[in-house]
């Protein structure tokens, strides 16, 4: 089946500095999702790409759709202690027939540590 | 977006026993999908609940482990069933909007 691996696996960073993360894929995506995880939540959805070389901010969110729609990454700007949690990327295959499961892929997540 | 609750939040549970796990949407969705997310992993799908229709179930996960109701527009459960500890984990649902997916809270479950 499809396999997202997504990096890095975690990561410890002071307050201030910016943050990158990546999603490489050995499928085609039609869409790339990236969302957040807090302890005790659920995820909650940040950013959703739907075109090859789409970039979307989201505040100091920015994440971009790869050219060969196989990979995907998310950049935190200026980091806040809230900042902190974990970040998952989410590949969906969307059946172009209109039938079957809008399933998502997810990546491992990347565990995100803010020091103030 | 949607507003999307689960009942219980957790529970702990007895080895041999089942429990059933609610998701309420605030809005008429068509999609709504399973999750199972186990301690310091990712994210797994059980299964799609489209209302009016069976439950389809992915790979490793099987009705019978798994009920899935789907009532309504704005409603599913989930049983899991015959439970043992490996069963302890989150449960999430969540539903499906112009292709974007919105999750619950969670139901996070112990199995002793």
């Known amino acids: 089946g499809q396999q997202l691996n997504q990096s890095p696996q975690s990561m410890f960073i002071q307050e201030g500095e910016d943050v990158s993360m990546n999603c490489t894929s050995s499928?085609?995506?039609?869409?790339w999702l990236w969302y957040k995880q807090e302890p005790g939540e659920g995820p909650v959805l940040l950013i959703a790409?739907?075109?090859?070389?789409e970039l979307t901010s989201n505040g100091r969110l920015t994440a971009q759709f790869g050219i060969t729609r196989k990979d995907s990454f998310l950049n935190i700007s200026a980091s806040i202690p809230s900042d902190v949690g974990i970040y998952f990327c989410a590949g969906q295959s969307i059946p172009y027939s209109g039938a079957g499961s809008y399933q998502l892929t997810f990546g491992k997540g990347t565990k995100l540590s803010v020091i103030p | 977006s949607a507003v999307i609750s689960q009942k219980p939040s957790r529970d702990i549970c007895q080895r041999g026993t089942s429990l059933t796990i609610q998701c309420q949407v605030d809005?008429?969705?068509?999609?709504m999908f399973w999750y199972r997310q186990q301690p310091g992993q990712s994210l797994t799908l059980i299964a799609t609940?489209?209302?009016?229709?069976?439950?389809?179930?992915e790979s490793g996960f099987v009705i019978d482990k798994f009920p899935i109701s789907r009532p309504n527009l704005t409603f599913s459960t989930l049983t899991v069933s015959n439970m043992s500890p490996e069963d302890s984990s989150i449960y999430l649902c969540?539903?499906?909007?112009?292709?974007?997916?919105?999750f619950g809270p969670g139901t996070r479950l112990t199995v002793t």
């Open positions: 969540s539903v499906d909007i112009s292709y974007e997916q919105y």
């Open positions: 499928s085609i995506f039609n869409t």
């Open positions: 790409l739907y075109k090859a070389g």
């Open positions: 609940a489209n209302q009016g229709s069976e439950a389809t179930y």
């Open positions: 809005s008429q969705v068509t999609m």
